[in-house]
């Protein structure tokens, strides 16, 4: 009964077809500190917390290298012999209190693991898939994974070029391999599987040793050139593409983050896409499912995302500019068929004023951040079209209801109503109403239990 429940928990946040996806896209935020690594009774402060605010899915990566045994174990898929302890917690914590588990598995392996000294140089695929298998057996009620952190970034996965070649997607492609086959062999083979967790862009004008553009790994990995056609002779056994089969999985997990300019800035590069250039990627799949590189259409989960604040980062994106900008990016992903998860990354900023992640909803001492932390509860966008207005916005923890939708002409007017939008199963409201001298108008909703969101502007 148990693992009918969690098959019908993912049932319910995976819709059937991807139209629909952008309707119910579930959120998920990921914290990785603040779950793993603090006391049982942090753990379940936060996990009270997330489920307040509305989330649905927690993410979690699961370290291959901090779990693992120092010496090399004679049965690597032998769930006694690594350290579960706190994913035990986690998992037993979401599940009471409705939420889904999603393990991210990977990102760095043990010394025994690797032909060297660095936990990412080219880790060994077959000890992967063991471990993979280990999880499955361990976590039955676990049905969302996905493989290894940002492969196409040389701190994560190395070598990422070699005499000239791309050899990151070729390793990245060994582990994708195994990891389906150890899920498999867990009896996990029908789970969400998704490949890719790749960072967006690059700020070189062409790709460097340390980093491959992600649309340019994707093709890399299905062992397709620019144009899309499969590697042949020497180029394909340099890349390790004899024998292709399609690649495994269920979906693309992407981290869409922006430029400096927020979503409203797209990158220049045609192989880098953020959370504004989300047609390239759906582009580059669509192609690689017509060449049958991969096995379906692939949906777009958005896995990691947010904003850098200023403060306490000084070179970081001004505070009050992230509520709009985190209201644009989430209609972005609303609007897209493809998209079928959102995301915020993390809960709490990192120590530290520019190390580490500055992109939390609260500060490093636990302070709510002003207007982030509301905005991530209630986004709001208002987007012009010609005499009408879109309004599009959330109560990330209502799940029905309604709201009132409100205008006003200037900053201390009277707030006159527009009347009412009802709010999906997922807290969501999307409707257009048709008023006069939009672009001088302020917009924003009230209701549903909640304070009012933020005022906006339309903006075209």
């Known amino acids: 009964m148990l693992l009918l429940a969690a098959m019908l928990v993912v049932a319910a946040l995976i819709p059937a077809a991807p139209a629909a996806a952008n309707k119910t896209q579930p959120t998920m935020l990921q914290d990785d500190p603040e ?29 291959w290298r901090d779990l693992a045994p120092k010496k090399r174990p004679a049965n690597g898929a032998d769930p006694s012999i690594y350290g579960w ?17 999603f393990f991210q598995l990977g990102g760095t392996a043990p010394d025994w693991a690797t032909p060297g000294k660095s936990p990412v140089a080219n880790p060994n695929a077959g000890e992967f898939g063991k471990f993979v298998k280990a999880a499955g057996l361990h976590f039955p009620n676990v049905h969302v994974w996905s493989v290894w952190n940002e492969p196409n970034l040389k701190s994560w996965l190395s070598p990422q070029v070699s005499g000239g070649v791309p050899q990151a997607p070729r390793i990245y492609r060994g582990l994708a391999n195994a990891a389906s086959s150890g899920l498999a062999a867990s009896g996990h083979g029908s789970d969400q599987l998704l490949l890719g967790e790749l960072l967006p862009f690059t700020r070189t004008s062409r790709n460097t040793n340390n980093k491959i553009r992600p649309l340019a790994f994707l093709r890399e990995a299905a062992c397709v050139d620019s144009h899309y056609r499969p590697f042949k002779g020497k180029a394909a056994k340099r890349r390790g593409c004899k024998g292709f089969k399609s690649l495994p999985g269920t979906g693309l997990a992407y981290h869409p983050y922006t430029l400096a300019g927020g979503p409203g800035v797209r990158t220049p590069n045609k192989d880098d896409a953020t959370i504004s250039d989300l047609s390239r990627i759906t582009h580059v799949l669509s192609k690689l499912r017509s060449r049958h590189r991969i096995k379906s259409s692939w949906p777009i989960w958005i896995t990691e995302f947010g904003f850098q604040s200023d403060p306490p980062d000084r070179y970081a994106t001004p505070i009050r500019k992230i509520p709009g900008f985190m209201a644009r990016s989430e209609y972005i992903a609303y609007k897209n068929r493809r998209v079928v998860s959102f995301s915020q990354y993390p809960l709490i900023d990192d120590a530290g004023k520019v190390d580490g992640f500055q992109s939390g ?10 207007g982030v932390f509301a905005a991530f509860q209630r986004p709001f966008y208002a987007r012009q079209s010609g005499s009408r207005v879109e309004l599009f916005g959330a109560v990330r923890a209502a799940g029905g209801g309604a709201v009132t939708l409100q205008t006003r002409t200037s900053r201390k007017g009277k707030w006159k109503s527009l009347g009412t939008a009802g709010l999906n199963s997922r807290g969501y409201f999307d409707k257009r109403v048709k008023v006069s001298r939009v672009s001088k108008r302020y917009f924003r909703f009230t209701g549903a239990g909640q304070p009012a969101s933020r005022s906006a502007k339309a903006q075209r």
Do not use: M, W
């Open 85 to 101: 302890g706190p994913y035990d917690e986690i998992v037993s914590g979401a599940e009471a209190r409705g939420l889904t588990v």
């Open 35 to 63: 779950l793993l690594y603090g006391s049982s009774a942090l753990r379940a402060k936060r996990l009270d917390e997330f489920k307040s605010l509305g989330v649905d899915v927690v993410k979690v990566r699961v370290r």
């Open 361 to 370: 909803l609260r500060f490093h001492n636990g302070k709510k951040k002003k």
